[in-house]
């Protein structure tokens, strides 16, 4: 993996953990949404800096916003 992705899966990987974590959407559902478009709002600024260094498959899934996707490709799966 590219070590310049690190941050980009760091940020995919968190927002997949909060998407699974319906018990914090269960007890604060404005809290748990706040969360997800502050990580997505993050993803978007971070796909932005990396668009150039970006392989075409990757910057793909991104603009498509296939985050399952884009992690299995980062981690080369």
Excluded: C, W
């Amino acid at each position: 993996m590219n070590a310049s992705f690190l941050n980009l899966e760091k940020l995919l990987e968190q927002r997949l953990q909060i998407i699974a974590d319906h018990a914090a959407r269960d007890r604060d559902p404005v809290a748990h949404l706040d969360q997800l478009k502050s990580v997505s709002e993050a993803l978007l600024k971070e796909h932005e800096a990396l668009r150039g260094k970006l392989p075409a498959q990757l910057n793909h899934f991104m603009t498509q916003a296939s985050y399952s996707k884009a992690l299995d490709f980062i981690r080369g799966s």
